[in-house]
């Protein structure tokens, strides 16, 4: 038998028009959010849309101002680069005169040194202590000093020269990042919304933390420009201390030489009139000695004149010893012949001691002679060596200002 199905329930009047109204008023309430939502959603878009565009624009902005800041820096760091560069160059022409300086004094040191060695080739009483040494000596230990402080100029211009490329170095590192930051804003500044390949570079939204603040961004390229600024200002100070240096050191060794060099012709006159003097002086021993000569065989001649005259006295003595007896008279003649011998003999002995006195005076002569012509001879060592050896080899000092 079937079963029978119960009807569905029905509603009254009320219920049905209650759950109209009620429908009705779901639908208005869900179409009423709805149109708030699209109307919401619409003045968030388009207030998004311009903070979007008023943000990008401000973003444009700074990166602008940016650009023109780090361009400012730029060139500043390019115009201290340049003037640290140049600076750098000039010191660099100054070092080489420096060491062109140093060079210049090896030349009149060697000279003065070999000078001094020569004269110490003089002989006998030429071997003397005299100005020409004294100013010599002096020669040597100025040149010398010049040197000494040329090489510590040098050595000040060689570390000058590190300091400036040591400032030149962090000037470029400064600016090469000044050049990438730059093109990396440059290149940030054309991004727009239309532009191919950009991204999303969610890693990146960030504030590293190595980065430093503007204060700390300006006063890094104000402290290099500084630096570079105050090693230029050194650099400027040491180049003039060069100049005064250079100028000082030249006039220095230039007097110096001029009054070795005056005190070697004053040397070289006193020398040339001592030797005139010697040689004025031997002409007149020598014609001394040839009329000492002259003398000294006079008085050979004048004693072996009387050997004659003793002879025939005595010989006349001698016979008449044999005068027989009473004849053997002690008669004037006999007398006179007894004076005659011993005057002859008197004047024999004077004139031999006249010859012993001329022999003497003679070898005196001859000695003196001797001693003239050798201090000639050492005169005429000493001129060679002061005009010849010496004035010559200096006549290739050339000083001038390095």
């Given amino acids: 038998m079937a079963k029978l199905v119960s009807p569905p329930p029905k509603f009254t009047q009320d219920e049905w028009t209650v759950s109209n109204l009620t429908k009705y008023h779901t639908a208005e309430a869900e179409r009423s959010r709805s149109e708030r939502l699209i109307a919401e959603s619409q003045r968030l878009m388009n207030e998004t849309e311009q903070t979007t565009r008023r943000t990008q624009r401000d973003v444009n902005k700074k990166l602008e101002q940016r650009i023109d800041d780090v361009d400012f820096w730029k060139s500043e760091l390019d115009r201290k680069l ?34 001094l060695a020569n004269r110490q080739n003089r002989a006998s009483i030429d071997l003397v202590h005299d100005d020409v040494e004294r100013q010599l000596l002096k020669e040597v230990e100025t040149i010398q000093g010049v040197m000494e402080l040329l090489m510590r100029t040098h050595e000040q211009a060689v570390e000058q020269i590190r300091l400036n490329r040591s400032a030149k170095f962090h000037l470029e590192k400064d600016l090469r990042d000044k050049l990438s930051a730059l093109n990396i804003d440059d290149f940030c500044s054309t991004l727009t919304n239309n532009t191919p390949d950009i991204g999303y570079a969610g890693s990146a939204v960030k504030i590293q933390a190595n980065s430093v603040t503007p204060q700390d961004w300006r006063s890094f390229s104000d ?28 006039d220095d060794m ?27 002086h031997l002409g007149k021993v020598m014609d001394e000695v040839t009329s000492q000569e002259k003398n000294n065989a006079s008085l050979r001649k004048a004693i072996n004149d009387k050997e004659a005259p003793m ?27 007894v004076g005659e011998v011993g005057e002859i003999s008197e004047n024999v002995q004077r004139l031999q001691e006249l010859l012993y006195a001329s022999d003497s005076e003679l070898k005196g002569l001859r000695r003196n002679q001797l001693i003239l012509e050798e201090d000639i001879e050492v005169k005429a060592n000493s001129l060679h060596i002061d005009e010849v050896q ?12 390095f």
Avoid: H, W
């Fill in 390 to 401: 010496c004035m010559q080899l200096r006549e290739g000092i050339n000083i001038k200002s």
């Fill in 311 to 337: 002879q025939v006295a005595q010989t006349r003595l001698g016979n008449r010893e044999q005068r027989p007896n009473v004849e053997l008279c002690r008669d004037p003649v006999q007398y006179r012949l």
């Fill in 223 to 250: 402290d290099n420009i500084a630096k570079a600024d105050k090693q230029k200002n050194l650099s400027i100070q040491l180049r003039s201390l060069i100049d005064g240096v250079l100028v000082q050191t030249a």
């Fill in 254 to 280: 230039q007097k110096q030489v001029d009054a070795t060099n005056l005190a070697f012709r004053k040397r070289v006159d006193e020398t040339k009139l001592a030797k005139s003097k010697l040689e004025d």
């Fill in 82 to 115: 340049e003037e640290i560069t140049n600076e750098t160059d000039m010191m660099l022409e100054y070092k080489t005169r420096l060491e062109k300086g140093i060079e210049a004094c090896e030349e009149p040191l060697r000279i003065a040194q070999t000078c």
